[in-house]
């Protein structure tokens, strides 16, 4: 693992999830997958450029599977199907450094000049979530840490109301934020800021997840 997972509140929404739909699959992109599927892996997959970039990119930092529903159990071991297969994980031939598929300046990832890069395994699971018709979660996870462009710790001004858990990559605070709580452990005036951007990004997510279910 390269992150922490903290329970911020009780994780009832996301089981009631896994026990009614049969596994949940949350993401925090709005991407999609076509910008992040090599050539090789597309070929794998059986579909062409185009109709990746209909397909919505998901970062798998939350998946739940209930192996009492057909569906989810196909979904997993299909994943773990590519992830052996020495090819679709990977993205690219043996000859190169994993490296090259954080990006595509040299044509090694796709010869799409569209494409950014290739990203394993969550790359893999969006192909899958896309053929199983699965709905992707938007409400209950937060992550509260990223990196920027220039590989600087990036994090998060809130935590929406809904937020069961949060992830951060940033593990060398591991015991900081063993006691990370809803509000991000802020005090004062710093606290009732982050209590307005959380309430302002609940809406946010509450009008995204909206929106998805409409499509």
Same mark, same amino acid.
């Given at each position: 693992?390269?992150?922490?997972?903290?329970?911020?509140?009780?994780?009832? &929404?996301?089981?009631?999830?896994?026990?009614?739909?049969?596994?949940?699959?949350?993401?925090?992109?709005?991407?999609?997958?076509?910008?992040?599927?090599?050539?090789?892996?597309?070929?794998?997959?059986?579909?062409? @450029?185009? &109709?990746?970039?209909?397909?919505?990119?998901?970062?798998?930092?939350?998946?739940?599977? #209930?192996?009492?529903?057909?569906?989810?159990?196909?979904?997993? #071991?299909?994943?773990?199907?590519?992830?052996?297969?020495?090819?679709?994980?990977?993205?690219? *031939?043996?000859?190169? *450094?994993?490296?090259?598929?954080? $990006?595509?300046?040299?044509?090694?990832?796709?010869?799409?000049?569209?494409? $950014?890069?290739?990203?394993?395994?969550?790359?893999?699971?969006?192909?899958?979530?896309?053929?199983?018709?699965?709905?992707?979660?938007?409400?209950?996870?937060?992550?509260?840490?990223?990196?920027?462009?220039?590989?600087? #710790?990036?994090?998060?001004?809130?935590?929406?109301?809904?937020?069961?858990?949060?992830?951060?990559?940033?593990?060398?605070?591991?015991?900081?934020?063993?006691?990370?709580?809803?509000?991000?452990?802020?005090?004062?005036?710093?606290?009732? @800021?982050?209590?307005?951007?959380?309430?302002?990004? &609940?809406? @946010?997510?509450?009008?995204? #997840?909206?929106?998805?279910?409409?499509?």
């Amino acid at each position: 693992m390269d992150s922490n997972m903290i329970c911020i509140r009780k994780p009832v &929404t996301i089981f009631k999830k896994i026990i009614k739909d049969g596994y949940y699959i949350s993401s925090s992109y709005t991407t999609k997958m076509g910008y992040w599927c090599s050539d090789i892996a597309l070929e794998n997959f059986g579909i062409d @450029r185009e &109709t990746s970039f209909k397909i919505t990119e998901v970062n798998p930092s939350y998946v739940g599977i #209930n192996t009492q529903n057909s569906i989810a159990v196909s979904l997993l #071991n299909e994943w773990n199907k590519y992830a052996l297969d020495g090819i679709t994980f990977r993205g690219i *031939p043996q000859n190169y *450094p994993l490296s090259e598929t954080n $990006k595509n300046d040299k044509g090694i990832v796709s010869k799409d000049s569209r494409v $950014k890069g290739h990203r394993h395994d969550q790359t893999a699971i969006s192909f899958l979530i896309w053929k199983y018709r699965l709905k992707i979660s938007y409400m209950e996870t937060k992550n509260i840490q990223s990196l920027t462009a220039t590989k600087e #710790n990036k994090y998060s001004k809130a935590i929406p109301l809904t937020t069961e858990i949060v992830q951060n990559r940033d593990i060398k605070f591991e015991d900081y934020y063993k006691t990370y709580n809803k509000w991000g452990n802020k005090k004062g005036l710093d606290k009732i @800021r982050f209590i307005i951007l959380s309430l302002i990004d &609940t809406i @946010r997510f509450e009008t995204k #997840n909206i929106v998805y279910k409409l499509k």
